[in-house]
């Protein structure tokens, strides 16, 4: 199985700051690397797919980047709705998919 | 647009079979262009993909999970199902069905949570 590891597991910012977040798989996993937003009590959302590409939707200050093992998701001025928890989620070794752990964006 | 929503009893007993339903609308869960999936999340947690099936009624299912998950499709009642046998209390969890383009969960019911306890 592929294992995905999210750092940090929890972040505090303020808003307007601009903020990473690292995923790194354990296999080379291409550019087949997704991220989710959750708030608390909701259902995830898509973000960003195939690395770097926005979802229909979802504001430009979100971007990803990157391939191989390593991927970031970076927003570029926090907002006080960015406040949630993020996930990565490898869609390379089907049919199973699977997630990181989660990071937790906190407001400082 | 295409939404789904959960539906199944919040409490199940220990060693029983957890059912839960998908209910799709805003679109034909036949029309091809999606597969239908179940995650879990148990609460504090993160996520945990259970498995997918297609409208052809073929099936992917999590490995550590395989023995025990059954799902299938009722396309006349546009509706998909999760079946988890003899669960136990790390079965609980909150149970969310998708619909999947390219291995992506794209669009997510609200989730339901089920409760493993005597």
Do not use: H
């Not at chain 2, 409490?11 to 029309?31: A, E, M, N």
């Amino acid at each position: 199985d592929i294992q995905m590891t999210q750092s940090p597991s929890s972040l505090s910012a303020s808003v307007g700051d601009r903020v990473t977040i690292t995923c790194r798989a354990s296999q080379s996993i291409s550019s087949y690397l997704n991220w989710y937003q959750q708030k608390p009590g909701k259902a995830p959302k898509l973000l960003i797919y195939a690395a770097s590409s926005l979802q229909s939707g979802v504001p430009s200050r979100f971007s990803g980047s990157g391939s191989g093992t390593d991927f970031t998701l970076t927003i570029s001025s926090l907002q006080p709705e960015d406040f949630a928890t993020y996930y990565c989620q490898q869609s390379y070794s089907t049919p199973s998919i699977t997630f990181g752990q989660g990071t937790r964006l906190e407001i400082k | 647009q295409v939404q789904l929503q959960e539906s199944g009893p919040g409490l199940v007993k220990p060693s029983q079979t957890l059912s839960l339903t998908c209910t799709v609308s805003g679109g034909s869960i036949s029309s091809g262009s999606y597969y239908w999936s179940w995650i879990r999340q148990p609460a504090g947690k993160g996520l945990e993909w259970i498995g997918r099936i297609y409208t052809s009624g073929s099936t992917n299912y999590n490995p550590s999970l395989k023995s025990r998950v059954t799902i299938s499709v009722d396309t006349s009642k546009n509706q998909f199902s999760l079946k988890l046998s003899s669960v136990t209390a790390a079965d609980t969890a909150v149970y969310y069905c998708a619909s999947e383009i390219a291995a992506r969960p794209i669009r997510w019911g609200q989730g339901t949570l089920v409760t493993v306890s005597s």
